[in-house]
């Protein structure tokens, strides 16, 4: 027996490399953009959450600065002590405003408000109902609150309605979560039918905007606008780290649930507040989301582009016809070339890098499946898009997996 109770972790990282899950970063030493420099290397950039083009705009740095001059590089503790301005205030205002709520929380990180927010809103007594494609946070969040958790197949809304049936009566509180645009894979979660189900077996929904706000919806209000669903009643989490290009999240909902997760979301209470600079950053990007409809309908329209390129594409190959028709069916900004495994999606990503484009493997655990993910932001011009499909077609006949 070994007399080193930390040996196991070298043995585990032998694991993680012979699976091909190991990770490490790459350092990125310019401006967030559709052109990036990458450990020294000029890539295009097909891995960016930064939909809108918003996290190097010099709107947003200004705010940043100017915050920073006025209150300082950070909060310095908990927003019930010391750690509350006013910009907090400003941003959780325009965020209702933008989802149309009586109110919304801000958080630290997306990730502490799913975790803060779920463990608040249900415990031991209580049911979670999870999609099987949700995000990290939402899982943790789930485990975290000690609620049973049941897991529906993806989008499976009659799998769904089957466990309420089975299991709703035996729990005090039931909460369904799902992510409304699922993160690894890019498609939708079945909203309506979502809702009517938690209406007839008295449930509350939680629904993660973080892929979707500024982006879905005819003001960028997100899953919940695109579906016509606004006023409804349910719980919008989402980040401000993506296309609102800055670091935070947020709750959006009743004003009484606001009022509810102030006094007992430990993720909240127990946090320092959101920094000055991300802060006004992210009041900044909530405007222009509002002032710049142009932005989105050009996000849209590259997204659109990019479809058309893959079928035009697929009819000058010999690829089967199963590989553009996953794709031409998307709705968000997040494509995914799924390939056989871990191996051949890291070579896939090599290549595409060594050809000048920035599109890395994803590979279990954080996906049960390998693929490239794809996404697109509205700052990528036409030439960006073509040389995507040319490069990504010729590495993909070459390696045999279309």
């Not at 310095?76 to 010391?82: D, E, I, M, V, Y």
């Not at 073509?386 to 070459?398: A, G, M, P």
Request: proline content about 3%.
């Amino acid at each position: 027996m070994s007399t080193d109770a930390y040996t196991w972790i070298e043995r585990s990282l032998e694991t993680i490399h012979r699976a091909d899950w190991y990770r490490s970063v790459q350092t990125l030493e310019s401006l967030p953009g559709p052109i990036i420099t990458l450990d020294g290397q000029k890539l295009i950039n097909f891995a960016s959450n930064d939909y809108l083009g918003l996290a190097g705009e010099q709107r947003l740095i200004n705010a940043a600065i100017a915050a920073t001059k006025k209150f300082g590089t950070g909060t310095t503790g908990s927003r019930l002590l010391t750690g509350h301005r006013h910009l907090h205030r400003e941003l959780e205002l325009a965020i209702a405003r933008l989802k149309q709520t009586e109110d919304a929380l801000v958080f630290s990180s997306g990730y502490l408000a799913n975790l803060g927010t779920i463990s608040a809103l249900v415990g031991r007594r209580d049911l979670i109902l999870s999609d099987r494609y949700n995000h990290s946070s939402l899982k943790n969040g789930a485990k975290v609150s000690g609620a049973t958790i049941l897991e529906y197949y993806h989008n499976n809304t009659e799998e769904l309605s089957q466990i309420l049936q089975q299991h709703r009566h035996q729990y005090r509180k039931t909460l369904i979560i799902t992510d409304s645009v699922f993160s690894m894979d890019g498609d939708l979660c079945c909203l309506p039918e979502l809702l009517e189900l938690a209406t007839e077996f008295n449930c509350m929904l939680l629904v993660d905007e973080a892929h979707a706000t500024g982006i879905l919806g005819k003001t960028g209000a997100g899953c919940v606008e695109y579906f016509g669903c606004t006023g409804q009643p349910l719980i919008q989490m989402g980040t401000l780290s993506k296309a609102l290009g800055s670091l935070g999240g947020y709750v959006a909902g009743s004003a009484t649930l606001i009022d509810f997760l102030r006094n007992r979301s430990p993720s909240w209470i127990y946090t320092t507040g959101l920094t000055p600079a991300d802060t006004a950053a992210a009041l900044e990007a909530v405007k222009i989301v509002q002032q710049q409809p142009q932005r989105r309908s050009q996000l849209w329209h590259n997204i659109n582009t990019l479809k058309q390129f893959l079928q035009e594409k697929q009819g000058k190959t010999t690829t089967p016809d199963h590989f553009v028709e996953s794709w031409s069916s998307f709705h968000s900004p997040i494509f995914c070339v799924h390939l056989p495994n871990a191996t051949t999606a890291l070579n896939v990503g090599q290549q595409l890098k060594a050809q000048k484009i920035f599109a890395p493997a994803i590979r279990p655990p954080t996906v049960s499946t390998s693929r490239i993910r794809i996404t697109l932001m509205a700052t990528h011009n036409v030439h960006h898009l073509q040389k995507l499909v040319d490069v990504l077609f010729s590495i993909l006949t070459e390696e045999k997996v279309c």
